[in-house]
């Protein structure tokens, strides 16, 4: 009998390890399902932006995909200039910072934004129809501490602009016919009938980055659009 009492105790402690072992397997596959899931979802977030396509970066840089291998690529609780945060992008190396796509390319008139650097670099926005700065219908940043723009026919300087304060960003009157644009900082016109860096025929991606390794910025407000707001 005492045996027999053995081989059954022997044999519940088998099961109950197998149990054990099936439900641990179960936590497993269910936590790879999940990662797998919330990796599905970051990118149908990060690819699936439309225009009018407004960005204050309070729910942190969900929407973008991150381009970065290093330094910082954050939304930062200091100093925004529109609600609590900004994106702050430092010591990512050039051209690392965020991007998106949009779901169908479209033909926006205006494209805004606020952007701060800390030196005289960084700070670049690009708004074309690819990633490659070729494909670019805008494209600006802060260099040699003045506010350059790059198009068709090279750069144009559009003046000086302070470091680590905010500079207001307005590009109006896109026309996707004659490739030109007007553009204000800080409420005032610096430049009229500008010609878009490539040819473009619409607008289907956004780039945020900094151009030189040693680079820090901070962009806010970002909003692309089919009229004014």
């Known amino acids: 009998m005492l045996q027999r009492a053995k081989i059954h105790f022997v044999r519940l402690i088998k099961g109950l390890i197998g149990i054990k072992m099936l439900y641990l397997q179960k936590i497993k596959i269910m936590r790879t399902f999940l990662s797998v899931m919330m990796l599905v979802a970051s990118v149908i977030v990060a690819t699936g932006q439309t225009i009018p396509f407004a960005e204050s970066f309070e729910n942190g840089v969900t929407k973008w995909n991150n381009l970065s291998s290093g330094g910082t690529v954050e939304a930062s609780a200091t100093g925004a200039f529109v609600g609590t945060k900004s994106l702050h992008i430092t010591g990512t190396g050039a051209g690392a910072g965020l991007s998106l796509d949009f779901t169908v390319s479209q033909e926006p008139s205006v494209i805004f934004y606020y952007v701060k650097v800390s030196g005289g670099e960084g700070g670049v926005v ?41 500079i207001q960003v307005e590009v109006r009157n896109l026309n996707y016919v004659a490739m030109t644009y007007d553009i204000y900082l800080n409420g005032v016109l610096k430049g009229k009938g500008l010609p878009f860096r490539g040819s473009v025929p619409g607008i289907s991606t956004l780039d945020v980055y900094n151009q030189t390794a040693g680079a820090e910025a901070w962009w806010d407000a970002i909003y692309v659009g089919l009229s004014g707001f």
């Not at 074309?128 to 003045?146: D, I, L, P, R």
């Not at 350059?148 to 470091?163: D, K």
């Open 126 to 166: 690009a708004v074309g129809n690819g990633h490659s700065t070729n494909n670019a219908a805008f494209y600006g940043e802060v260099t040699g501490g003045n506010f350059v723009v790059t198009g068709s026919t090279g750069t144009t300087n559009l003046g000086p602009v302070a470091g680590n304060e905010w």
